[in-house]
């Protein structure tokens, strides 16, 4: 077992400031699902309690809207935007 921390999806989206409320975090993995990369092996994921870790690329539609970002850090908290942005880098934005 690795030392790696790892956060449930749905609280880092939340924290990540994808979304305004958990539950609406949750709800969107559950109906919508998310696609995650790790270690080069992309999945689709539909449980907001999904472990995720560094270096992971998230993958989630909001509308006809496609994002594609990669988690830099899990933060500790849902801050201010300045601190959400500092979480991901953009990797593709379908507008």
């Known amino acids: 077992m690795t030392d790696t921390p790892t956060l449930r ?3 880092w989206l939340w924290r990540a ?9 949750g709800s969107h993995v559950r ?20 472990a995720i870790c ?3 690329v ?3 539609a909001r509308g006809a809207h496609i994002r594609t970002v990669e988690v830099l850090d899990l933060g500790t908290r849902r801050g ?5 942005a500092a ?3 953009t990797l593709e934005t379908d507008t």
């Open 80 to 84: 201010p935007a300045e601190e959400a």
């Open 17 to 25: 400031r994808f979304f305004k409320t958990r539950a609406l975090s």
């Open 87 to 89: 979480l991901y880098r």
């Open 9 to 11: 999806l749905d609280v």
């Open 58 to 60: 998230v993958t989630l």
């Open 54 to 56: 560094g270096g992971d």
């Open 31 to 50: 109906r919508r699902g998310v696609r995650l990369t790790r270690n080069g092996q992309t999945r689709r994921v539909n449980k907001p309690g999904t």
